[in-house]
């Protein structure tokens, strides 16, 4: 699956995706990919500004 270039990640977000093990970031991926899919297929949502918490 080709990666949408809106969902790119920013170099903050890649450095703390990076630190987790490969099954977890993987997870993490998913799960950010979901979010984002529904932010898009959801009037009034998009754009999207993704922070770190």
């Known amino acids: 699956m080709k ?3 809106r969902w ?6 890649e450095a703390v995706f990076s ?6 970031r993987q997870s993490l991926l ?5 979010i984002f899919d529904t932010a898009l297929a ?4 998009w754009p999207l500004q993704e922070t770190l918490k």
Request: without cysteine; charged residues 30%; hydrophobic residues 35%.
């Open 42 to 45: 959801t009037e009034g949502v």
């Open 3 to 5: 990666q949408d270039s």
């Open 19 to 24: 630190a987790y093990d490969e099954p977890v």
């Open 30 to 34: 998913s799960l950010r990919q979901l």
């Open 8 to 13: 790119e990640l920013s170099a903050d977000v």
